[in-house]
């Protein structure tokens, strides 16, 4: 056998994916196909009130099922939302769950399957997740700041995989030592490719006139091609620098979201940290960072320094569709670097997959710069 010490391989994996105007509708189809009977529908309050998980409850009746809907799902969960919500499912013996709406529905769903149906803690195990049902009419009614959360979250999805150090930089592993993460590779890149033109065509039009199926339609399939390129490439820096940012908020309170408690959003906490990220990351591979700006936002002006291109056409987004301007909008001062700088350095396996050597010394830049973006 041919010995090679930079790793020659990657691999590929995806979960199966409905996509379409009216999926949802087709829901008590596939959960009869998986043999499902006792269904618990997992939701939060404000989706609930939109109607879509009793659309998919009813869509389960005429399948012969018998759903139930739990609307007490924790907007961006913690390790306590998610035990509370697996005492609700522990006393009934569900065939299945099925997760309607966001990260915080589709976590807490994979929560509630993992502490019913093992013994111990949340953390000892991940599972496999469902099959994933895509429906943009369940979108129409998402509320701008939340559509503009939800959006910039899948940019950084789609940019951070996209710069992601390489696979082949990695020394080489033996297939059982593999990870889920593989870095970079042409098929992430592919799908990317893809999902930038996508978002910019309609990410902001999906912000700005809710009502519009095909931004919306534009919006699903670019979450849903970033996912995949992301799922197996992974993300880095901004992912990073964002869980400390959420972790960490005392009293900022985002509009269109439960205003009972402080909070950053995922998406927003992934973004505020992102063109200072990208202006760290671009020596690595200037032109695909450039082909990146491209991509995203193919009017933009000249810029004086290369290096500014992708972070400017981020931070025009974050402007037109009304995200915070830097950490200080959402309630950080410098004297909170240091904290912040601790947290990112806590992501080590995500850290790893930036495309150099990340210093605390370069997260105390990037927060620095981050604190005003334009
Ligand atoms: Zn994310």
Redesign the pocket.
Known sequence: MTEYRTETVFTWGAPPLKFGVGALDEIGFDCAQLGLERVLIVTDEGVAATGVPHRAAESMQHAGLKPTVFAGVHVEPTDASFRAAAEFARDTDWDGFVAVGG?SSIDTAKAINLLTTNPGDLMDYVNKPVLAVVDPLTTLTLPPHVTASCGM?VL??ALESYTARHYRSYPRRRPEQRAVYVGNNPVSDAFIERALPLLSRSFRRAVLTGDDLDARTDMLLAASFAGMG?GNAG?HLP?AC?YPIAGRVTHYRPPDYPQAEAMVP??ES?ALTAPAAFRFTFPTDPERHLRAAELLDPSAGQVKDPRDRLPQAIVSLMRDIGLPNGLTDVGYVHADIPDLVAGALKQQRILAMAPRDVMAEDLEAIFASSMRNR
Do not use: A, E
């Open positions: 990260g979250d950084c999805h992301f993300v992912h964002g995922h998406g992934v």
